[in-house]
């Protein structure tokens, strides 16, 4: 039985390997993520983060090892599986729909929580209720509103979202993973090409999301973002791990220090 | 004579809409040119033609049958020559549905032999003068089916779930799958939903010709693929709109112009479209084309 009050595993890494030809993305990496934790991964570009959040995702297939997500092994999931267990993402590009209206960005996110299946979404169109909309999708469209309110967007509902600024569009994206309940959410770059006002924003809504109970990783070079707001903090480097800690212990870290060397960042 | 030919435009253009919304739908959500679809078309009339004149069933049973029927052809081009051709090469599955085209086509005269099949008489057939308007009860039948078929299917991909992430998919797979939405699912169901509709065309087509044959589908899908890009590719409602364009620009320029230059204007607005808007009239819904 799990002790409720300790802190246990959200999410355990072993061995994950990822190889494109004969260059390591990912080499042997291990890594526990705890339950409710803001858990950051930092490292200079082609560390291996955003394959991590693939293999994760299940968009790639890892090579060997193994992720098991609260205690189930999700390797052989298929991405739209692994997103109904729990795990969503946001894109250091952006992806928005860019047909799709704000509200019904976030309605795609709940897609796969809410129940009613194809032949009783056509049966309801064609038969009982042409033109009116089913209770399922009137339950969403609250639940979407209830999103875009926590974010600051629901004036913006009807808007097609490519026509959303920049900084509106990234917490879009925040709203859309969110709809799909998840219980790990992994932030791809959430602050780049964001300005300070914008970081300080993004900064508290993350925090807000954690205390929400979301188990939470971050791949962001924003460094007084991560150190400000990271409860445990991994390093990579070529694939590989190199250090993890707290923010205190990793900026302190001289191996951290040696692998940032020659680029601009404060640690 | 203007109200007249435009009633009969709006009646051509019916059905050149419903075969251009399985198109664009698949298109969408694929990004292939299911070369299929004519020949869906083609059985969806015989489909038609067989339940009435075997089955004894009235022509809404029929209209359903052929519906069904076709549909489940949907799901057997997806499991033969969709899945499991390779994905990371986009001319395979234009090709292995090639192949199902002639498969079908020669299944049809094997089966049903060259000819062309006379549609029997499924409605009765009366008329009714409004005004300076004559419209037969055959008309009226075909176009109500047809538009609310298309009203039906406009509120299911704007206003329901399944609809919702037929769009989602249509732009972008990945980020749908990761969003939750299980694309194979969605591929199947489009492909459910654009070759019933074309069922539907075909038997409204046999109904309006009174007359059906397996080599049907080649014409049907030519014009199916026209007003798809007319329309704009991917673009549901795009497509209505512009398969009700063409047929009335097709019977006016044959009743003021011409019956032999009929063609002749709809390949000419293909190559004006291709040439000046190739987003078509009310633009792509892919991303691609955007």
């Known amino acids: 039985m799990r002790d409720p009050a300790a802190s246990h595993v959200c999410l355990s890494i072993e061995g994950l390997t990822k190889r494109f030809g004969g260059f390591y993305a990912l080499n042997q990496l291990n890594m526990d993520v705890q339950q409710g934790h803001i858990h950051a991964l930092i490292g200079p570009n082609g560390a291996g983060k955003t394959t991590f959040f693939n293999l994760l995702t299940g968009v790639l297939p890892a090579d060997t090892g193994k992720i098991v997500f609260d205690g189930q092994i999700v390797d052989d999931a298929r991405p739209s599986r692994r997103t109904l267990k729990g795990i969503a993402r946001t894109f250091q590009n952006i992806r928005l729909f860019p047909h799709l209206t704000v509200m019904e960005t976030v309605m795609i996110g709940e897609h796969c929580r809410a129940h009613p299946s194809v032949w009783k979404a056509l049966g309801d169109a064609v038969l009982k209720r042409p033109f009116q909309e089913s209770v399922a999708e009137r339950e969403m469209q609250t639940n979407a509103i209830e999103l875009l309110e926590y974010l600051g967007l629901a004036g913006k509902r009807d808007e097609k979202a490519s026509d959303l600024p920049y900084g509106e569009q990234r917490k879009l994206e925040l709203a859309r993973a969110l709809a799909t309940k998840p219980r790990l959410l992994l932030l791809d770059e959430p602050a780049a090409g964001m300005n300070p006002r914008e970081t300080s924003e993004l900064d508290r809504i993350i925090t807000r999301v954690r205390d929400r109970g979301i188990t939470i990783i971050l791949v962001e070079h924003d460094m007084k973002l991560v150190m400000g707001i990271s409860d445990n903090v991994t390093v990579l480097n070529f694939g590989t791990k190199i250090a993890e800690g707290s923010p205190r212990q990793i900026q302190d870290d001289p191996v951290v220090i040696e692998a940032y060397l020659g680029e601009d960042v404060q640690l | ?290």
């Open chain 2, 1 to 290: 004579m203007l109200y007249q030919q435009l009633i009969n435009g709006l009646m051509l253009g019916a059905s050149y809409a419903l075969i251009a919304i399985g198109y664009t739908l698949i298109f969408g959500v694929l990004k292939l040119l299911y070369f299929a679809h004519g020949e869906v078309f083609m059985i969806g009339a015989f489909a038609g033609l067989y339940l009435v004149l075997y089955g004894g069933a009235n022509i809404y049973v029929a209209l359903l049958g052929a519906m069904i029927i076709c549909a489940l052809l949907g799901v057997i081009a997806v499991y033969v020559s969709v899945r499991p051709v390779a994905k990371d090469r986009p001319l395979a599955p234009l090709i292995s549905t090639i192949g199902l085209t002639i498969i079908l086509q020669n299944l049809a005269v094997y089966l049903l032999g060259g000819q062309q099949v006379a549609f029997p008489e499924a409605i009765k057939q009366e008329l009714y003068h409004i005004g300076p308007i004559t419209i037969s009860s055959v008309q009226i039948f075909i176009l109500g089916i047809a538009i609310s078929l298309m009203v039906v299917l406009w509120f299911f991909i704007e206003h329901t779930k399944m609809g919702r992430a037929i769009r989602a998919t249509a732009e972008n797979h990945e980020t749908a799958a990761l969003l939750g939405v299980d694309v194979n699912r969605v591929v199947l169901v489009t492909f459910m939903i654009g070759s019933g509709i074309a069922g539907v065309a075909g038997v409204l087509d046999g109904i309006k010709n009174s007359g059906i044959s397996p080599f049907m589908g080649l014409s049907a899908a030519v014009k199916g693929l026209i007003v798809m890009l007319l329309g704009g590719l991917g673009n549901v409602p795009g497509a209505m709109i512009a398969g009700l364009l063409l047929g009335l620009i097709e019977i006016l320029s044959a009743a003021y112009i011409g019956t032999t230059e009929r063609d002749f204007f709809s390949f000419a607005i293909l190559i004006l479209i291709l040439l000046y808007r190739p987003t078509g009239l009310f633009g792509a819904r892919t991303p691609e084309e955007r």
